[in-house]
């Protein structure tokens, strides 16, 4: 990839590493800043793609991905995507510099779009249970701090704004169509939605498979549009047929709806969260449930998710606390999958190292965690742990 000066002279690139944003417009490639040597992800778009195109439709679509870093300049919050520079723009490119991540979610939901070659680590990656109510918890609380804090309808909630660090943190991106709420916590927006299938590399409007009726037929939506789009998003994650497939065509988007009883197949879904999918996916907003009664909810109650947030919030806690929690985190190891171990149990652990009262609670955990390492590796003939 030749990439512009002004992105070169800043940036050590590296490879491609994901897609993403609309219809994965994004090309997001590894980098290392030069004058700090931080790691970070370029978002680059390519002008040339959209020549052919009427010139106001070439500055809708810039436009359209440029407020992506507006909102991101302005959100500061532990799972929405942190934005590292202000954009840089040529003639020929629009570039954001964030934090460095894996994937998005679409790329790891298959969809690889605008990514090649694509890389090994993503063909071979499975998500894990623990890793997907991690994630969807965290893109929760992001859209809890838009609606509360930001008053922000976000109105593109999909696996392709939804990002993945090297961590396995989720955040939340995508703002190409987020609007602040009125006063009365609403907005009036009408999109000009087509009657027909399109197949459109250069979406003007937000995903309709994503979208909740109120934005598509009424025109006024309030905050809990994303949790119809929240709804979709984790039912799609366990289901192999996703819930809507209109190929942005709002009559097969009527459609669907109309019969969205009999499209829900609750038996792919784990039953702790067949409630909250009921509870998201209502037609009719004012039944639909928030975004704290979805985090308040069983599907988040696991006990295993509630020691991941422990341990990342551990150094906070007192010595005798911790002490307790990891006398009786011993016995949980062996229920952890590989993945989760790696990068939400371990290094929190080793961080306690650092703390003397803690090393004979630390230590027992650290050899229950390598024992279980070194199995997978033997098992799976892994020469470094894959992403």
């Given at each position: 990839k030749k990439m512009g000066n002004a992105t070169t002279k800043d940036h050590n690139l590296g490879k491609q590493s994901s897609s993403g944003g609309p219809a994965q417009l994004w090309k997001i490639y590894d980098a290392v800043r030069k004058n700090t040597n931080e790691n970070v992800s370029l978002f680059v778009f390519d002008k040339k793609s959209i020549e052919k195109l009427p010139k106001?439709?070439?500055?809708?679509?810039?436009?359209?991905?440029k407020k992506e870093a507006t909102h991101l300049a302005r959100l500061k919050h532990p799972n929405v995507l942190r934005l590292m520079n202000p954009p840089i723009e040529t003639n020929n490119e629009l570039v954001i510099e964030t934090e460095r991540i894996f994937a998005s979610l679409a790329n790891v939901q298959k969809n690889y779009n605008n990514l090649s070659p694509?890389?090994?680590?993503?063909?071979?990656y499975k998500m894990e249970e623990l890793e997907i109510r991690a994630g969807l918890h965290s893109i929760t609380t992001a859209l809890t701090f838009l609606h509360s804090n930001a008053k922000l309808i976000h109105l593109n909630i999909s696996p392709s704004t939804v990002f993945i660090t090297k961590e396995g943190t989720w955040k939340l991106g995508g703002f190409h169509f987020s609007a602040f709420a009125q006063y009365s916590g609403e907005i009036s927006e009408k999109f000009q939605f087509n009657e027909f299938d399109v197949i459109s590399p250069f979406p003007l409007?937000?995903?309709?498979?994503?979208?909740?009726?109120?934005?598509?037929?009424?025109?006024?939506f309030g905050f809990l549009a994303d949790l119809f789009s929240m709804g979709i998003l984790a039912y799609n994650i366990y289901h192999p047929n996703p819930i809507l497939n209109t190929k942005n065509n709002v009559l097969a988007y009527k459609f669907q709806l109309e019969n969205l009883g009999s499209r829900i197949q609750l038996h792919e879904i784990p039953h702790a969260l067949q409630g909250a999918i009921a509870g998201l996916l209502c037609a009719d907003p004012a039944a639909r449930w928030d975004s704290r009664k979805f985090l308040e909810s069983e599907y988040f109650s696991d006990i295993l998710l509630r020691s991941i947030f422990y341990l990342s919030s551990m150094m906070e806690k007192e010595?005798?606390?911790?002490?307790?929690?990891?006398?009786?985190?011993?016995?949980?190891?062996?229920?952890?999958?590989?993945?989760t171990l790696r990068q939400k149990v371990l290094p929190p652990i080793l961080m306690e190292l650092r703390n003397p009262v803690q090393v004979v609670y630390v230590l027992p955990n650290i050899f229950a965690i390598a024992t279980i390492l070194t199995r997978y590796a033997a098992i799976f003939n892994l020469k470094r742990p894959s992403t």
């Open positions: 106001p439709v070439q500055k809708s679509i810039v436009d359209c991905l694509i890389p090994d680590d993503l063909l071979n409007i937000p995903n309709l498979d994503y979208l909740a009726p109120e934005a598509v037929f009424l025109g006024r010595n005798s606390q911790k002490a307790h929690f990891l006398q009786g985190l011993v016995a949980a190891i062996p229920q952890f999958e590989f993945r």
